[in-house]
């Protein structure tokens, strides 16, 4: 599928904005883990969150070239 460059501006902040509320709702399950004493599980959380805040930083800067 084609979409037009400001669809596809849109699906960058909207696929941006839920990288942003990911890592944000896995911090509450880092602490979660690591309450259990899961750190595997805590480790894994904290993985997904960096994946999830390298996507906001790099939507970001893919907005701040398209604009």
């Known amino acids: 599928l084609h979409y037009p460059l400001r669809r596809q501006r849109q699906m960058?902040?909207?696929d941006s904005y839920h990288a942003a509320q990911g890592s944000e709702i896995c911090r509450q399950y880092?602490?979660?883990a690591q309450n259990e004493?899961?750190?595997a599980l805590a480790q894994?959380?904290?993985?997904v969150q960096e994946q999830n805040q390298r996507l906001v930083e790099k939507g970001k800067e893919l907005l701040k070239k398209s604009y």
């Open 12 to 14: 960058c902040i909207r």
């Open 30 to 32: 880092i602490e979660d």
């Open 37 to 39: 004493g899961d750190e």
């Open 44 to 47: 894994f959380f904290r993985e």
